[in-house]
Structures are given as structure tokens and as C-alpha cells.
């Protein structure tokens, strides 16, 4: 099945700094994947995703990328304010049944 | 208004006992989802069901029983509670034909002691 791993599981900026998170999958059949934060107490939001068939995706300070070759995605926040900080989640899944595989997610803490 | 909605929010009970946690969604998807996430936050998928029938069970102790009245309840009944069932449980949505995004609820923290 499919396995998704997901670095760093901690991540410091300093406000206004970017922050990168990347995500590696193992089957290369997932075409769908999402980004989730998840606050303290929270359920997990999305924040973004990417379909197989598009390389990057931009929204606001926010973006994610994809090498469907390499089989590994990134979530690249810029700007980074402190209502940024949470744990980030990806996720990785096939067309059929929706079932999303997590990574084991990271806490980003931007410092102001 | 709240688009996944949960309840309780926070369950405590015993273990040996049998409880229920409801789900309803507002945004008029056709799937909905239960998820489990550890203490260590790892979030796992448990079951999902399509209009009302199921299309994911992973491997989950059949103590778990997933019930959906109809496409906007999907309610998590599990019986002879164990200590290693204390976890958040999330429940989501998706409406397949939107593409693939799930949209998650509050969560309810269950605790078994």
C-alpha cells in the first residue's frame, strides 16, 4: 500500500522567513495530494492540494509542488507570520475510495 | 455555520464500556470518513462510506462499527472500550464529483480508563 513520509517534524522560522516541508510517496499511481494544518485542538484544515497532472500550485503565500518522477511533493510557505504555526499534514491518495495517507506530519513554530 | 459537525467533543469512560460518536455533515457530500489520530498526532484512516454504503475498512478491530442512516450521518459505535482506543477521532467529508477534498470536523477526544 501506499506509505508517505514527511520531513521535518519540527521546524523553527523566524517570522517572515520561509518555511519548506517535503512529503515522499511510495505509489506511483496516487495522483491526488493535499496539505493539511491542523491547529492545537483542531481539526486538520485544508490549505492546499495538487492533482497529478499540474507541477505547481500557488495560492497566496502558499504553494506546493510535485515530481510525479521522483515521487515527492513540497509545501512552500512564504512571508511565515506566527498564525502560521501548527502541524502541517500531507497526505497521498488514489482516484478510487479516497482514502488519504498521511504523513506523520510537522510542528512549524514561526517566532516573531 | 459548522460544516462537519462532531459530538461529543470529549468522551471519558471505562474500559469494558460501549459508546457512540455522532457525525453530520451540512455540505451535501456523498462520502464521509472516520479517521483515528495517536498520540503521537499520526492520522489514520478507519472506514469510509459512500451514499450510505462501505467502501474502506481498513484493518480495525471489529469492536468498531460504523453506522451512516443517511448520506449526512456517519456515526462511530465502539464496543468493550480498551485502554489503546484512547486517540481523537476525526470524521470527514467529500463530495466525489468536487474532485478529492476532505473537510474535517472538531474532533472528540476519547479517553478510556
Known amino acids: 500500500g501506499e506509505n508517505v513520509e514527511q520531513h521535518p517534524s519540527t521546524l523553527s522560522v523566524q517570522e517572515g522567513d520561509s518555511a519548506v516541508i517535503k512529503c515522499t510517496y511510495s505509489?506511483?499511481?496516487?495522483?491526488?495530494f493535499p496539505w493539511y494544518k491542523q491547529e492545537l485542538g483542531k481539526g486538520p484544515q485544508l490549505i492546499i492540494d495538487?492533482?497529478?497532472?499540474?507541477g505547481e500550485k500557488k495560492d497566496q503565500r502558499i504553494a506546493v509542488t510535485l515530481n510525479k518522477t521522483a515521487k515527492h511533493f513540497s509545501l512552500h510557505i512564504t512571508e511565515t507570520q506566527p498564525e502560521d504555526s501548527a502541524v502541517y499534514f500531507c497526505a497521498a491518495s488514489l482516484t478510487y475510495g479516497n482514502k488519504l495517507v498521511f504523513g506523520a506530519g510537522t510542528i512549524l513554530r514561526v517566532k516573531s | 455555520d459548522t460544516a462537519v459537525s462532531q459530538t461529543p467533543k470529549y468522551l471519558v469512560t471505562q474500559m469494558g464500556n460501549d459508546k457512540s460518536i455522532k457525525c453530520e455533515q451540512n455540505l451535501g457530500h456523498d462520502t464521509m470518513y472516520w479517521y483515528k489520530q495517536d498520540s503521537k498526532k499520526f492520522l489514520k484512516i478507519m472506514f469510509s462510506y459512500n451514499n450510505k454504503e462501505l467502501i474502506i475498512n481498513e484493518t480495525v478491530p471489529n469492536r468498531f462499527s460504523p453506522k451512516s442512516p443517511d448520506k449526512a450521518h456517519l456515526n462511530l459505535h465502539i464496543n468493550s472500550l480498551e485502554l489503546g482506543d484512547s486517540a481523537v477521532y476525526f470524521c470527514a467529508s467529500s463530495q466525489e464529483v468536487q474532485g478529492y477534498e476532505q473537510y474535517f470536523g472538531p474532533g472528540t477526544r476519547l479517553t478510556v480508563t
Open positions: 505509489d506511483s499511481a496516487s495522483n491526488y
Open positions: 495538487i492533482r497529478s497532472n499540474v
